[in-house]
């Protein structure tokens, strides 16, 4: 079945500088493949997506890329705040699975110093 | 809040005992899923349904556990003969129909069983 792998599985950066999560999958036929982020004992929030037939995605400082061939895609944060500091989840959603359940990694925890 | 949400927050039961979970989606949602996060993990698929009827089941959904959504508006999930590894936060999310869109998730209900 389908597999997403995460790393790093813990991530510290200074404030201002930029974080990069990466994720891989083995499906091929998966479209979909979401970011959420998770604060301590809250819910995880949806904070960007991508679907295959796009290649990057960027909203304000979050920005998403996905190489379908390498079957990779990452989570770009630039110019980090303490408020950034939290869980990251990657997803991936089964193409061919009229479900659209997702599959997630294990996740990455951020810090950002101050 | 026009959110997903999930009734009770917290659950402590002695091993053994049943415990019902509720979810209430987006109200325009149609999708609903079930997903169980443990500690230091992503959320894990258990079940998915389309308006009222259920489409589709995890193999990590034993006997025990049955999930309803009567009239494709609110769901349940119980869990019969609760064991110490069903202790785990058990999260809802919700969909529009179609291709794979955005799912949203509620607070979740974490469960302990002592």
């Known amino acids: 079945g389908e597999n997403v792998e995460q790393h790093p599985s813990t991530l510290s950066v200074q404030e201002g500088d930029s974080a990069v999560i990466k994720c891989t999958y083995s499906?091929?036929?998966?479209?979909?493949f979401p970011w959420y982020k998770q604060e301590l004992g809250k819910r995880p929030q949806l904070i960007i997506d991508?679907?295959?037939?796009?290649g990057e995605k960027k909203d304000q400082r979050i920005a998403v890329t996905l190489n379908k061939t390498a079957k990779h895609f990452s989570l770009h944060i630039t110019e980090t705040q303490p408020e950034d500091s939290a869980v990251y989840f990657c997803?991936?959603?089964?193409?061919?699975?009229?479900?659209?359940?997702?599959?997630f990694g294990s996740g990455t925890r951020l810090l950002v110093r101050p | 809040d026009t959110g997903v949400s999930q009734d009770p927050r917290h659950k402590i039961t002695k091993r053994g005992q049943n415990v019902t979970f509720r979810c209430d989606p987006i109200?325009?949602?149609?999708?609903l899923y079930w997903y169980r996060q443990t500690l230091g993990q992503g959320p894990e698929f258990l079940t998915y349904?389309?308006?009222?009827?259920?489409?589709?089941k995890s193999r990590l959904l034993s006997d025990r556990f049955s999930a309803e959504r009567p009239k494709g508006s609110f769901s349940t999930l119980e869990i019969q003969r609760t064991e110490q590894g069903d202790s785990a936060m058990y999260l809802c999310?919700?969909?529009?129909?179609?291709?794979?869109?955005?799912?949203?998730f509620g607070p979740g209900t974490r469960l302990t069983v002592t």
């Open positions: 999310a919700s969909s529009s129909q179609g291709g794979p869109y955005e799912q949203y």
């Open positions: 499906d091929s036929a998966s479209n979909y």
């Open positions: 991508i679907r295959s037939n796009v």
């Open positions: 997803a991936a959603s089964l193409g061919m699975d009229s479900s659209y359940k997702l599959i």
């Open positions: 109200s325009e949602h149609n999708r």
């Open positions: 349904f389309q308006n009222e009827a259920q489409l589709e």
